[in-house]
């Protein structure tokens, strides 16, 4: 994890940097949220405020895997397919195979994702 | 996700917004592509933050990773809007994301968020009741933190 400065906790944002209270800005997660469907209508104050604390951990558990899988390949740089693979090894992330995949159609690896809910329901379309 | 767009696929920066509360977009009928997206710049620094210093990210996993966090809070929020339809609630509240956070595998998040999100709600009934008291002190400096 980074070090945190020595002004780390008395400058605006405190030892994460960030600039506001929350890790997103909420409007952008209420906007996000609202377009997530025709059926979400009203949005409670907090629902947004809970969504971007777990939003931001979502985005430390994919790093964190998506990391392995680059110093398993000798990297120091985190790429793309770091994340499709963090993305495919991992069954709750299905949902975001669709995402991580688009530009690999070429790639055997789509072969394994055939059974895939997230593949079959694209198939379809 | 869903485009709405009645000019066709090549089009799809415009969106015909009909919901309320859309901002300043609305007006000329223009959403941007990006205002579906979590800003790039928010998703690089949690990022970093796991990282050894060492480390780079390159932009086009950043672009990703913004993609994914996105559909993430669409995927969440579509599962507890539906447990509102059921219930016949209109609001999608705390408790929802909660139990969506469950319902779709995020077991290890739903429990801290549900401290979390009754930590809030202390804050902001702490916060009532200063305003009612007419001290308007600031309580920001109480924390928000989520213990795993």
């Known amino acids: 994890m980074r070090q945190a400065g020595i002004y780390s906790a008395i400058l605006p944002g405190g030892v994460s940097g960030k600039a506001g209270p929350h890790s997103f800005p909420l409007a952008r997660i209420k906007k996000i949220m609202k377009k997530s469907g025709d059926d979400v209508?009203?949005?409670s104050g907090e629902a947004p405020i809970v969504l971007s604390k777990a939003c931001e951990l979502f985005v430390e558990e994919i790093t964190r895997k998506a990391w392995m899988m680059t110093m398993q390949g000798k990297r120091r740089?985190?790429?793309k397919e770091d994340v499709a693979s963090a993305v495919i090894a991992t069954d709750i992330y299905d949902f975001l195979v669709n995402m991580v995949s688009d530009d690999h159609s070429a790639n055997s690896e789509h072969e394994g994702l055939s059974t895939t809910p997230a593949a079959i329901m694209d198939l379809e379309r | 996700m869903v485009d709405n767009t009645k000019e066709g696929e090549a089009l799809n920066k415009y969106y015909n917004t009909s919901g309320a509360g859309s901002?300043?977009?609305e007006d000329e009928g223009v959403i941007k592509e990006q205002d579906r997206l979590v800003p790039i710049a928010n998703v690089g620094r949690i990022m970093k933050q796991i990282l050894p210093p060492n480390a780079k990210i390159s932009k086009e996993a950043k672009e990703t990773m913004q993609e994914c966090a996105s559909e993430f809070i669409s995927f969440v929020t579509g599962?507890?809007?539906?447990?509102?339809?059921?219930?016949k609630r209109k609001t999608v509240n705390g408790d929802d994301?909660?139990?969506?956070?469950?319902?779709?595998g995020f077991d290890e998040y739903a429990e801290p968020l549900r401290r979390y999100l009754?930590?809030?709600?202390?804050l902001e009934g702490e916060r009532a009741n200063q305003n009612k008291t007419g001290n308007k002190r600031d309580g920001g400096a109480r924390e928000l933190v989520v213990d795993m």
Do not use: P, T, V
Request: proline residues 0%; contains cysteine.
């Open chain 2, 118 to 122: 009754n930590r809030f709600r202390e």
């Open chain 1, 77 to 79: 740089i985190l790429h």
């Open chain 2, 79 to 87: 599962e507890a809007s539906d447990k509102c339809q059921k219930e």
């Open chain 2, 23 to 25: 901002g300043f977009g």
């Open chain 1, 41 to 43: 209508k009203m949005i």
């Open chain 2, 97 to 104: 994301i909660c139990w969506a956070l469950g319902s779709l």
